[in-house]
C-alpha cells in the first residue's frame, strides 16, 4: 500500500488530550474555575458517585452482577461502567429525558455531569487517586433488600409470603399461582405496595409477579371506568368476583407510591391470589414472592382510591405479529370515561421490546405524549414515579394510545433467536406490551379544581422567573 | 434471561452476544476466552484490537441478516387475503425415551383466506425434507401447535432446519432449534397441574394426549367417493382451570372444544360441523368430563386426504399462550372412486 498514512487513533488520542490540556491550562490561567485542570480520581470524584448512585445494588450479597464498594472492586470493570452509563442503560432509568413528564419521585438516573466524570475517568486511565480523599463508607444494605428501604421510605408494616416454586433448571416457562392469607383484623389503606422474590436469586427467574386481590365485598376496589372496546355490562357480583391488581412487579421494578390522599383499601377476610412467571436459567433455583405493605396511619385515611391499569399497546387482543429479523410495532387505544390523574409509568414487553411511548388524544383532537422510553431493557421493567405537580390530568373522554416498538434482531442482546416469527404468548419468547399505570378518577368540580390550581402554579413560576 | 450470566464477561458482553447469535455457542465461548486473555479493562491495551475485529465482524455479520429480513411495513393492517403465511415455531421437548420433536404452528396473514399450498419449492422443511409432515391447507389467522416434526438423532444444539413458506407470492422461512429459551412442556402444566384432553377415535381404541400430530401416527380411514365419512371422537378432561388472577369463569365453556379441518388432500372438504359440540359420555365416569363429539366430512374428489383435529381444553388457543394443554390427532382418508359431491363450504 502506498500514499500518506492516516494518524492511528492512538495517535488522535493523544493529540486530543494534549489539545485538552492545552485549553484546560489556558482556561485555568483565564481564572475559570469549572475548567477539568486535574485528572478525575475514583478515591476523590468517582466514589461518591458510586455511593450516591450504584452501590444501593452494586455491593456484595446484593442483586447486582459486582461490587462497586472498593476501587479494586470497580477498577476491572471501568470500561463496562462507561458503556453503560455514557449510553444510560444505567442505573436503570431509561426514560427519555427530552419527551413528556420529566419530574419523578424515585429518579435513580445520573446527571449529565456525572456521567461525563465517569467518562472522563475512564478515559483517562481510570486512576485510583489518594485514599485519603475516599469518602466514609456508607452502611451496607442486606441481600434483596426492599426498593423502598433503600430509597430511605422504610420498612413495610405488613409482609405477605407466597409458597415457593422450584424452577427446574431446564423447562418452560411457569405460572405459578397460589393463595395467601392478609393477616388484618381492620380495614387498612395501603399508601405504597412493592412485590419482591422471596430470594435474591428468584430475581434470575421470576419475570413478573402480580398480588390480585381476592375481593370479599367490595365492588369499588374494581377499576371500571377505563374501556379499550366493548365493554361487557356488569353486575356487583361480577365485580365482587373480579380480582384487581393489588400490585404488578416485572424484573427490575421497584415500588408503587400512590399520590398522597390516594390509596388501595383491604378488608379483613381478603386474600391475594398471586401469578407468578417463572423462567428456568440452567439452574435449579427454588422461590416465591412477598408483598410489602405500607399503611397509611389510623386517622389519615385517604379518600381516594388508586387503581392500577395495564394500558394495552395492541389493537387486536392477543395478537403481535413480529417477523424475523425485523423492527415491529403495534399500538393500542383506552378511552378514559372519567377524569384522571395518572401517577406512573412502567412499559411491559419481553425479550424484543424496544421502546413504548404513551400519549394523551384529547376530547379535542388534540396530544401529548405523557412518557417516552426508547431504549427499553428487558431485565429493568422501571417504574417511573411521577411527581405530585407533574402527574398528567386528563378530562373524561381523552384515549390514551400506547405505541409499542419490538426489536427482533441481532442487534437486540436480549433475543434468543432473531430468526424466529415472534408471535403473542405469557413465555419470554413470545410478545405482548403495556403499560402498567396508576389511576385516580376525579368528579368534575375536582377536576376543574385541580387543572386551575395547576395553571395558577405555572403562572406564578413564569413570574419567578421573568422577575 | 441469562442476564447475570452475560454480565459476567468483563467489557465482552457485546461481542459474547454477537457471537452467540451468529456463529453458535462454542465459538462464543471461544471468542469470550480469547477476549478474557487479550484484553485489559483499557483502551490502549493489546485486547483492543481484538474487540474492533469482533465488534466489525458482528456488525457484517447483523447488516446481512437485516438485509434479508422478511420485508413488511410496521403497522401493516390485517388483510384478508393476499398476503403471506408464516410458520410458527412454538418450541421443542424431549420424550422419556430420549426421542425430541419440533412443535410448530403457523400464522396465516389472509384473515378471510385458506390456502393450499402444496409440499414442494413453496412449501418445504430442509434438510431432510421437503416433506416433513407439515400442513398443506392453511386455516386462516393463527393456528397453534399443529403438528410435530422428528428431531433426528444426531441433531445438535448449534444445528436447524428451516420451514419455507411462499403463499401469494410471498415467502417466509423459520428455523427450528433446540433453543433452551425454546423448550415446551405441552403434556403438563406443572403450576397448575392440568393436563390436555384425552381423545379416542373408537370407544376401546388407544387415546392421544397432547399435540402429537404427525403424519407417522395418522388414523386411517377409507371412504368410497361421494358418502360422508362419519368422525366421532370420545374425550375425556380434568377440567382443570387456571386464568392469571384464577377468577372463577362467569360464563364456564365446554370444558373441551374441538376443531376438524383439512390438513392436506387433493380437493375440498366439507364438515357438517367444524366445532361439533360433545353430549355427556357415561364411559368415561372417573373424568371431571367426559364427552362424544360427532361430524361428518364430505370429499369433492377422490384421493388421500388428511383431516386434523386440535381438542382444547379450558386453557384455550395455545394454552392461553402458556403452551399448554391441548390434543391434536390426524386421521388419514384414502377416498375411493369418482367425484360425485358437491361441495358446500370447504375448511
Redesign the interface.
Known amino acids: 500500500m502506498t500514499g500518506r498514512r492516516l494518524p492511528s487513533w ?1 495517535g488522535i ?1 493523544i493529540g486530543i488530550v494534549t489539545l485538552g490540556l492545552v485549553v484546560g491550562v489556558a482556561a485555568d490561567a483565564l481564572g475559570d474555575n469549572n475548567a477539568p485542570t486535574r485528572a478525575v480520581t475514583f478515591s476523590k470524584d468517582i466514589a461518591p458517585i458510586f455511593q450516591a448512585k450504584c452501590q444501593v445494588c452494586h455491593q456484595p450479597n446484593s442483586m447486582a ?2 461490587s462497586l464498594i472498593t476501587y479494586q472492586e470497580a ?6 461502567i462507561r ?1 453503560r452509563v455514557s449510553t444510560r442503560q444505567m442505573p436503570p432509568w431509561h426514560i427519555d429525558r427530552s419527551v413528556g413528564v420529566q419530574k419523578f419521585k424515585n429518579d435513580m438516573s445520573l446527571t449529565d455531569e456525572q456521567i461525563d466524570t465517569i467518562v472522563r475517568w ?2 483517562g ?2 486512576p485510583m487517586g489518594d485514599p485519603k480523599d475516599l469518602p466514609p463508607p456508607k452502611p451496607l444494605v442486606t441481600d434483596n433488600e426492599w426498593q423502598a428501604v433503600k430509597d430511605g421510605l422504610g420498612p413495610p408494616d405488613l409482609v405477605i409470603k407466597s409458597s415457593e ?1 422450584i424452577m427446574p433448571a ?8 397460589p ?1 395467601s392469607d392478609i393477616p388484618i383484623t381492620e380495614p387498612r389503606w395501603v399508601k405504597m405496595v412493592e412485590i419482591r422474590p422471596t430470594r435474591l436469586k428468584g430475581r ?1 427467574t421470576i419475570h413478573h409477579s ?1 398480588a ?1 386481590l381476592v375481593l370479599k365485598d367490595d365492588p369499588d376496589a374494581v377499576n371500571t371506568l377505563t374501556s379499550s372496546g366493548r365493554s361487557d355490562p356488569v353486575d356487583r357480583d ?1 365485580l365482587v ?3 384487581p391488581q393489588l400490585m404488578e412487579w416485572a424484573i427490575g421494578k421497584g415500588y408503587d407510591l400512590f399520590r398522597p390522599g390516594t390509596g388501595k383499601l383491604i378488608l379483613p377476610g381478603e386474600k391475594i ?1 398471586w ?1 407468578q412467571h417463572i ?4 439452574e435449579e433455583i427454588p422461590s416465591g414472592s412477598e408483598i410489602g405493605l405500607w399503611f397509611y396511619p389510623k386517622g389519615e385515611e385517604p379518600k381516594k382510591r388508586s387503581y392500577l391499569v395495564g394500558f394495552t399497546g395492541l389493537r ?1 387482543r ?2 403481535v ?1 413480529i ?9 393500542g387505544f383506552t378511552a378514559l370515561k372519567e377524569n384522571a390523574i395518572i401517577t406512573n409509568f412502567q412499559p411491559h414487553f419481553h ?1 424484543r421490546g424496544k421502546a413504548m411511548q404513551v400519549e394523551a388524544i384529547l376530547p379535542d383532537g388534540s396530544h401529548q405524549i405523557i412518557s417516552y422510553v426508547g431504549n427499553f431493557n ?2 429493568w421493567m422501571t417504574n417511573y414515579v411521577y411527581d405530585d405537580d407533574a402527574a398528567p390530568v386528563f378530562p373524561k373522554g381523552t384515549i390514551i394510545h400506547v405505541s409499542a ?1 419490538y426489536d427482533n ?3 437486540n ?9 415472534v ?8 410478545e405482548m406490551a403495556h403499560a402498567w399505570m396508576n389511576v385516580v378518577y376525579l368528579n368534575d368540580e375536582e377536576y376543574k379544581a385541580l387543572v386551575e390550581e395547576r395553571k395558577n402554579k405555572a403562572a406564578k413560576l413564569t413570574n419567578e422567573q421573568q422577575q | ?8 464477561a ?2 465482552a ?2 461481542v459474547l ?2 457471537a452467540e ?2 456463529s453458535g455457542p462454542g465459538r462464543a465461548k471461544r471468542a469470550k476466552k480469547t477476549l478474557l486473555n487479550e484484553s485489559s ?4 491495551y493489546r485486547g483492543q484490537s481484538a474487540w474492533l475485529v469482533y465488534l466489525c465482524a ?1 456488525g457484517a ?2 447488516g446481512g ?2 438485509v ?3 420485508q ?1 411495513l ?2 401493516e393492517p ?1 388483510r384478508q387475503f393476499g398476503t403471506s403465511i ?4 412454538e ?1 421443542w421437548f424431549a420424550n422419556p425415551d430420549g426421542s425430541r420433536f419440533f412443535l410448530v404452528g403457523y ?1 396465516n ?1 389472509n384473515f378471510a383466506q385458506a390456502m393450499d399450498v402444496p409440499i414442494g419449492a413453496n412449501n418445504r422443511i430442509e434438510p431432510g425434507g421437503p416433506d416433513m409432515g407439515q400442513p398443506t391447507h392453511f386455516l386462516p389467522g ?1 393456528q397453534w401447535g399443529m403438528f410435530l416434526v422428528p428431531v433426528p438423532k444426531d441433531f445438535t444444539a448449534k444445528d436447524k432446519l428451516t420451514w419455507t413458506l411462499v403463499a401469494n407470492g410471498q415467502p ?4 427450528f ?1 433446540l ?7 405441552p403434556f403438563r ?4 397441574k392440568n393436563t390436555p384432553p384425552v381423545l379416542r377415535f373408537e370407544q376401546r381404541a388407544s387415546s392421544f394426549q397432547g399435540p402429537t400430530a404427525n403424519v407417522a401416527n395418522a388414523i386411517p380411514r377409507t371412504i368410497a367417493s361421494g358418502t360422508l365419512l362419519p368422525l366421532t371422537v370420545w374425550a375425556t378432561d380434568d377440567a382443570t382451570y ?1 386464568s ?5 369463569m ?1 360464563n364456564p365453556p365446554p370444558a373441551v372444544t374441538l376443531v376438524w379441518s383439512k390438513y392436506r388432500g387433493p380437493g375440498q372438504v366439507t364438515f357438517d360441523k367444524t366445532n361439533p359440540p360433545f353430549d355427556k359420555d357415561t364411559a368415561g365416569e372417573d373424568a371431571a368430563f367426559s364427552g362424544k363429539a360427532t361430524t361428518t366430512a364430505r370429499f369433492s374428489e377422490p384421493g388421500e386426504y388428511m383431516l386434523h383435529v386440535t381438542a382444547n381444553d379450558y386453557s384455550g388457543n ?1 394454552g ?5 394443554c391441548w390434543t391434536t390427532a390426524i386421521v388419514k382418508v384414502s377416498v375411493t372412486g369418482t367425484a360425485t359431491s358437491t361441495v358446500r363450504d370447504a375448511r
Open positions: 492512538r488520542h452482577p459486582m477498577r476491572p470493570w471501568a470500561r463496562s458503556e475512564v478515559d486511565g481510570a416454586f431446564e423447562h418452560q416457562d411457569v405460572w405459578y399461582r393463595m434470575r402480580i390480585y361480577d368476583n373480579r380480582r391470589s401469578d423462567h428456568a436459567v440452567g387486536r392477543g395478537f405479529d417477523p424475523p429479523n425485523s423492527i415491529a410495532h403495534t399500538e425479550l428487558f431485565n416498538w434482531t441481532a442487534a442482546k436480549n433475543n434468543p433467536d432473531p430468526e424466529q416469527w408471535g403473542y404468548g405469557d413465555r419470554t419468547v413470545d | 434471561v441469562k442476564a447475570l450470566d452475560r454480565y459476567a468483563p467489557d458482553d457485546f452476544v454477537a447469535s451468529h479493562a483499557l483502551p490502549g458482528a455479520l447483523a441478516l437485516l434479508s429480513a422478511q413488511r410496521p403497522s390485517a408464516t410458520g410458527a415455531f418450541g400464522l396473514r393463527r417466509t422461512s423459520i428455523p432449534r433453543h433452551p429459551d425454546y423448550v415446551v412442556s402444566n406443572v403450576a397448575a387456571s392469571g388472577s384464577n377468577a372463577p362467569r395455545g392461553g399462550g402458556e403452551v399448554c
